[in-house]
Every structure is written in C-alpha cells, then in structure tokens.
C-alpha cells in the first residue's frame, strides 16, 4: 500500500504546485565514513522536508501526536 500512498501524496503535492522529488538518495556521514546511499528518501518536497512514507494496521502509543 505504501506505493499507493507515495504515488497519491505526489500528485496531491503537485497539484499545489510543490515540488517533489521521489526516492532521493541521501548520503550518510559517520566520522570520516562517506556512504554515498545510506537511505532512500520516499519524498522531497521543495527540498526542504523528507517524507517517508509508512504504512500500519494499527498505530502504537509512540506513533501517536503528543501535546507540548
């Protein structure tokens, strides 16, 4: 289902005129360690916040919004 989900969110983001760019390759950095692919981003939008894209049956005390 999360490629459902992924391909909706993208097209609901560009009918807002945001700019998405799907699966972006973003290197990790540990001390002097480059990895050049150290994960896949879901979603850019206008290069400012990754999406990454879940899906669950249920959602666990954890996943839940908490008040600050």
Known sequence: ???VYH???AYELA???LRT???QAIPVVYETL???IG???DLIVEDLVIVEIKSVEVLAPVQKKSSF
């Open 34 to 36: 480059r990895i050049d």
């Open 1 to 3: 289902m999360e490629s």
């Open 39 to 41: 994960f896949r981003a």
């Open 21 to 23: 760019v799907s699966q």
């Open 15 to 17: 009918q807002r005129g």
């Open 7 to 9: 391909s909706v969110l």
